[in-house]
């Protein structure tokens, strides 16, 4: 840990202890304090009376580098252990966040509404919650707020106690008197602010040495330690308990349990209960009863009573945005935020409502001036370049999706990103175990999922210059350079946005890639270098990178016509999220693969998938013609390395213009069986008569995907790749699961744009029989 973190937390260690369970300080107590901060900071003597609490705060924190003693005899014995533990004194932990996010995201149908409502929570987890601890940006009436709901709270906040506050979360330490305090602070800033979305905050106390050791028990003899750990290890509980998948030795896997990481582990368990709607038990008979979280914010509706545009509150409003527009309170907070977020100040529709809320708008997240704030950068200026290129105007920001699905070719369709980290859990398990651990983590995956989206977007778009038609809600109809893009949110390792669907893959890749990259770099990351393991991958050109982070992205892409709903959108790209991630962890378990992958799906019609996408690939997609093999007619999820050959694929097949009606015909004679399908491919390829076209559809597709897994098998399988083998011994019985890319292709024929000019300038054509 460098200085400035040990000297952070040392502050937080004493001044928790200062406070102690005092509710309130004398204003000489206080200006101690506060110069004990200062002193530590300038390296400076601290006053006498904050002495002893500076060296119980150091003593603490030097156990953070202690390794862990096999017995409690060992841990008993130390003289600074013993210390620590007959200190009766207890330190505050308080950990929560916004929940159901999407929920209240995705409630309204409109892009501005669901930007509002996205900025809004992204304003209270950056700019609120920090604020309580005078972190950041200095809000008078923030702190007025707290003064007026929670009297001494305010004095009883550093901002030292923030071990992080970034992904929609924050933990914190705490004077233990105002734990409780903090917890419902924090859940009621979310409802004063948004009104419907949900929220939940815990909070608990713990003994000094448990900051190092994890729980202990009162008596610390009846403390469950290594030795019964060591001889239980077989008890199906205890062993979910402690063991990771990865870890073979039991005592690395025990002290990777007991530490600070497990404290946070018990306030994530009674989170989770919380947020349930099940009351909490008390720690003491003497606390205070907090409020309950069994029923969630109800607003009176009337049979007879207009309803907002959402048709879940009664409208209190009804303004020209420019169309007519019905907005209950909830409702027009969300749009107003909305039109912040995009730099747009025509809102005195809401000043004309005489609504006492505010949304304080220079502390609006605004992801589009950070991106071009990015840009703005000394290291940066390259991209900003390709970004800008010769374009010297003004851009403002997409205000709808038909403006950003007219920048993609062919225009009309949009695509939606939804990523999300690998591994975070299991990384947190084995290699975090103190407070700044914690902190470093969290700021480490914010940046790299920033710069990330930030870089690939500046890649592969540029501002597209826009001529609003009749359909436009702008009211200027002059052409007007925009971002051709949406980002929704970006919060920890979680990141949505609405992209021009012919960018959209090239897009999702480079997240990963880059993310991968940004966290390497650290060296806090680095996954040990082995040779890379081609089973992990279906495509093969020879040049296979390993896997150098242990941590990656999984994404779901669904591209989309403009008018699909935005809330079924979203829930169909959380559907290819999931399935991406379910494919990242069964190869991580076979192959050890620790990389990025990829689902997508093309959607051309809103009818197209009826139920979800689980049930409509494997009742419309699989196939069992024959009855020996299963023929997969798809081929998602891919790694990033094998999305990256896909797009490859694409390109080899426009720059060798197989013919289009040829593609779709193949594609229609895969559900008739392998062979069929084998056949009409390689009567459709040898009847090409340009020689360099053949060559590259040989290399891109048919030995880069499609060779036999058996090596001595020299045959041919285009267009099918075979998957997986029987564990049957018997030649005979040994059964094989085909797949194809051939479906995906052609989905992704019309959105992928090829590099180079066609091979020949004459069209290549079929023979003539």
């Known amino acids: 840990m460098n200085d400035d973190s040990r000297i952070r937390i040392i502050t937080a260690l004493a001044w928790c202890l200062a406070w102690d369970k005092k509710n309130n300080l004398s204003q000489d107590e206080l200006s101690s ?36 003693p096999q017995t409690l005899n060992e841990l008993k014995e130390k003289e600074d252990y013993l210390k620590l533990w007959e200190d009766k004194r207890r330190i505050g932990l308080v950990y929560g966040g916004a929940t159901k996010i999407k929920q209240y995201v995705f ?14 929570l992204d304003r209270i987890n950056l700019v609120d919650l920090p604020a309580f601890f005078s972190e950041g940006q200095r809000s008078l009436s923030i702190e007025q707020w707290l003064d007026t709901n929670f009297p001494n709270l305010r004095k009883a906040l550093i901002p030292e106690l923030i071990i992080y506050s970034t992904g929609g979360s924050i933990l914190v330490f705490c004077p233990a008197e105002f734990v409780n305090d903090l917890a419902n602070a924090i859940e009621k800033r979310y409802t004063y602010e948004t009104l419907t979305a949900n929220s939940c905050a815990v909070g608990d106390t713990f003994k000094l040495l448990e900051f190092r050791f994890g729980l202990l028990q009162e008596k610390i003899e009846d403390t469950f330690w290594f030795d019964k750990y060591e001889n239980n290890q077989d008890n199906l509980i205890i062993r979910a308990y402690f063991d990771q998948a990865e870890v073979n030795d039991p005592f690395e896997r025990f002290q990777n349990r007991k ?15 919380r947020r349930n709607g099940n ?30 545009e959402s048709d879940r509150r009664s409208a209190i409003m009804k303004v020209e945005l420019p169309n007519s527009s019905f907005l209950s309170e909830p409702l027009a907070r969300k749009r107003l ?9 025509s809102h005195g529709w809401y000043n004309n409502a005489n609504l006492e809320w505010q949304p304080f708008d220079i502390w609006i997240s605004k992801w589009v001036k950070k991106f071009e704030d990015f840009l703005d950068k000394d290291e940066n200026q390259q991209l900003a370049s390709r970004y800008y290129g010769n374009v010297h105007e003004e851009v403002e920001q997409a205000r709808s999706l038909r403006e950003i699905a007219s920048a993609s070719k062919p225009s009309g369709f949009v695509a939606y990103i939804y990523a999300d980290g690998n591994n975070m859990g299991g990384y947190i398990r084995q290699k975090i175990k103190t407070p700044q651990d914690y902190r470093l983590f969290s700021e480490d995956i914010f940046k790299a999922t920033e710069k990330s989206v930030y870089k690939a977007l500046a890649e592969y778009l540029h501002p597209y210059q826009y001529t609003p038609d009749a359909k436009s809600s702008r009211t200027n109809k002059e052409p007007v350079w925009i971002h051709p893009f949406e980002i929704i949110t970006i919060g920890g390792d979680d990141v949505l946005l609405v992209v021009p669907a012919d960018k959209a893959l090239e897009i999702a890749k480079t997240i990963g890639d880059e993310f991968e990259e940004y966290l390497g770099r650290t060296g806090r990351y680095s996954l040990e270098q082995t040779a890379p393991n081609l089973l992990a991958h279906r495509y093969n050109t020879g040049s296979i990178p390993p896997s150098k982070c242990l941590l990656s992205m999984s994404t779901g892409v669904l591209i989309t016509a403009q008018d699909t709903p935005i809330y079924y959108a979203d829930k169909l790209v959380s559907q290819l999220l999931k399935s991406a991630k379910k494919y990242a962890k ?40 024959d009855g020996e093999s299963k023929l997969k007619l798809y081929a998602s999820p891919y790694t990033l390395y094998e999305l990256g050959g896909l797009l490859e694929t694409v390109k080899a097949f426009k720059k060798a213009e197989f013919p289009r009606s040829q593609l779709y015909q193949i594609r229609s004679l895969l559900e008739r069986g392998k062979r069929t399908a084998i056949l009409n491919y390689r009567y459709f390829r040898i009847r090409l008569t340009n020689e360099v076209a053949k060559q590259e559809l040989k290399d891109n597709f048919e030995l880069a995907w499609c060779q036999p897994k058996d090596s001595s098998n020299h045959g041919n399988l285009s267009p099918w790749m075979s998957l997986q083998e029987s564990n049957s011994q018997d030649a005979k019985e040994a059964k094989m699961t085909y797949e194809t890319i051939w479906r995906e292709l052609v989905d992704l024929y019309p959105f992928i744009a090829e590099e180079t000019e066609p091979l020949t300038e004459q069209a290549t054509t079929l023979e003539v029989s």
Do not use: W
């Not at 935020?337 to 100040?345: F, L, T």
């Not at 620790?594 to 959607?603: A, E, I, S």
């Not at 051309?604 to 494997?618: D, G, H, L, Q, Y």
């Open 337 to 345: 935020v909305g039109e912040i977020a995009k730099v747009d100040s």
């Open 259 to 273: 530490n600070f990481n497990e404290l946070v582990g018990k306030l994530a368990n009674q989170f989770t209960q």
């Open 586 to 625: 069964d190869l991580k378990k076979k192959h050890k693969y620790y990389g990025g992958t990829v689902d997508f799906l093309v959607m051309k019609a809103v009818t197209m998938i009826s139920s979800n996408i689980k049930e409509f690939r494997e009742e419309g997609l699989i196939k069992n013609k």
């Open 33 to 68: 304090l506060h110069q004990m901060r200062q002193a530590l900071q300038k390296g400076q003597d601290v006053p006498e009376s904050t002495k002893t609490f500076i060296q119980q705060a150091q003593r603490l924190y030097n156990t953070f580098e202690d390794s862990t």
């Open 279 to 308: 009351k909490l038990p008390k720690k003491e008979p003497t606390d205070k009863e907090r409020p309950s979280r069994c029923y969630p914010p109800i607003f009176e509706t009337h049979p007879y009573v207009q309803r907002d």
């Open 107 to 120: 409630e309204a149908a409109k892009l501005p509404d669901i930007r509002g409502a996205s900025a809004l």
